[in-house]
């Protein structure tokens, strides 16, 4: 950490957001270069079309030549909150670190804060987000509601993350609370979907940490229509509540922030956070101990704290996740405490997540996990072979999970075709035995033929007859154990934001998005990526058109994919909303590409789920 500002009274942070059109947006970009890289200031700036979000650190002097620079820039900035507030500099580089204040980040993005985990068919208007309640309104509306009942039709909502509410929350006698307990904002609009029928006909109060994540999340309310028009959100979030009222109010605990603070409270705020594993008071995230599984911020106590220790948070222990994080720590043994959990079919070296900061910015501190189907008679080995070049060029924004498909299929022995000579009589070739069985892998498959005699693939078979090119028609049967098998992958293994599948993998993931809504609690994700895909002629596919979140990637017409025709993947991506699907046609085969400009438009996609 840069210690130029030796006096730590006088470092500060500074917190503002502003939905404005931005008529040149590389302009403003320069601008914040320039401005932020002179006066020393570390942390994240996020721009777009549609205004800024933005929290920096810095000497405080500095920080309010910036504000006088942006007031001075054009008037854009009128009328912006800006929260400055005089704290210690940085004193753990790790913390700092991954909450971005060891650097500073200015980056272009397409939203300021991410609603969705999957694209909108019409995304909200700021323009009719919720009235505005200074702190002192909102103040009042609680204290009057406390003297009436329960049955006063005023909800009080919380729109952050569980890991933020876990310390802090407001609390109002005689006041409907609810805390939707969401792993990640994008997450925020599914719920509201979930609850539209409870929140119907209420006086909705909303509140998040600076006012920025109620804006849009108000807006969305308020475009569900009629029932839905009484929305209030607090102007200034929490942190201009507590300043209005310094001994906490009706807020309880800490406000949990995205700097290095961590957190920050009233003059008199209490402790109401508790320890993932021993349940007693605490509430220092300081540590950063994060979930095995799903890599959210977890509450563990120093005498709990373990470095081979695997915590689940409470909603991967609700989603029936094996390791006990309590078992763990006792037995000081994670390699013994995982005996007992099956993680049969997993390719091993995607099992357990390092516990490490995920990049500068808060929306990316989680990589994507996909889960990828192979396919058809191959296995999750070979799959991660074929794909080691896509995982890797895609590292920083996603992790790949393998498995092997259900059905094992057996090993297929051509036998030699007849030559024939010059003078027109046929000849054999000397027929040549197949390789040993110990140095061949286990093939699998999503589908098999309905004749399938389900044997286990310990012999050879000698083929029918030449490859059929259309053979992946045939191959319907064994939908259902398939299904079962990737409800136990996503139970055991989840969660999981997508699912990636090529060929007979595609054909697989095809299905399952088009029953996404009924696989709810099941099997959760945000998208899928169909490669080389196909579609089956199955029941599960007579819906259409299909809303999940989808991109296509195949063969063009003279894209030499041998294996899947054009036509049947374009037939396939016909069956998606236009709203809600990507397509992209390449010129490579039976692959997936990853040279520009196919690699650019995948990860464009992607980015759009972090």
Known sequence: MSNDNKDTGQY????????????????????????????????????????????VGGSLSSLQRHIEALNALSTLFHGTDF???????????????????????????????????????????????????????????????????????????????????????????????????????????????????????????MY???????????????????????????????????????????????????????????????????????????????????????????????????????????????????????????????????????????????????????????????????????????NASSFKGRTASLAKKLKKIAEFVFIDAPHEVPFIYQTPVPMAHVNGALSSLPASPPPPLENCKKKFAWFVAPNFDGSNGVDWKVADGPFDPLQYQQQTAGYDISLSHLENAFSKEGPFDGILGFSQGAAMTAIISSQQEKLKGKMDFKFVVLCSGFALKLKEMEYSPIKCPSLHIFGNEHGQDRQIANQASKDLASLYDSGCSVIIEHDCGHIIPTRSPYIDEIKAFLGRFL
């Open 208 to 378: 998040c940490t600076g006012g920025i994540r109620c804006e849009m999340a108000s807006a969305y309310i308020k475009s569900k229509g009629a029932g839905f028009e009484n929305v209030f959100q607090l102007f200034g979030g929490i942190q201009r509540y507590l300043e209005q009222f310094p001994d906490g109010g009706f807020f309880k605990g800490k406000n949990f922030v995205f700097d290095h603070r961590i957190s920050v409270g009233g003059s008199d705020a209490s402790t109401i956070g508790a320890c993932l594993i021993c349940r007693c008071s605490f509430d220092d995230y300081s540590s950063r101990c994060r979930c095995t599984y799903c890599r959210m911020l977890v509450l563990v106590c120093h005498s709990c704290q373990n470095e081979s220790a695997l915590y689940v948070c409470e909603l991967c222990q609700k989603q029936g996740k094996a390791v006990g994080s309590k078992q763990l720590i006792e037995n000081d043994d994670s390699e013994k405490s995982l005996q007992g959990v099956e993680f049969q079919n997993f390719s091993s070296d995607t099992m357990l997540l390092a516990q490490v900061p995920r990049g500068d910015d808060v929306t990316t501190s989680r990589k994507l996990r996909i889960l990828c189907l192979h396919g058809f008679r191959q």
């Open 12 to 55: 500060g942070v500074l917190l503002y957001y502003k939905y404005v059109d931005i008529p040149n947006l590389n302009d403003l970009l320069t601008f914040y270069r320039s401005n932020c890289s002179s006066l020393n200031l570390l942390g994240r700036v996020r721009l777009s079309s549609h205004g800024v979000n933005v929290t």
């Open 83 to 205: 929260k400055l507030a005089a704290c210690h500099q940085p004193l753990n580089d790790d913390v700092a670190k991954e909450c971005g204040f060891t650097s500073l980040s200015i980056r272009i993005v397409k939203e300021l804060v991410t609603l969705s985990s999957h694209p909108l068919l019409k995304s909200p208007e700021i323009s009719n987000a919720g009235r505005h309640l200074s702190a002192l309104e909102f103040h009042s509306t609680l204290h009057n509601a406390n003297k009436e009942t329960m049955e006063n039709g005023l909800v009080l909502l919380d729109a952050r993350n569980l890991y933020e509410t876990r310390i802090g929350k407001f609390y109002a006698p005689n006041v409907e609370t609810l805390d939707p307990q969401v792993r990640q904002y994008s997450d925020f609009s599914s719920w509201i979907d979930d609850k539209s029928e409870q929140l119907k006909g209420k006086n909705i109060l």
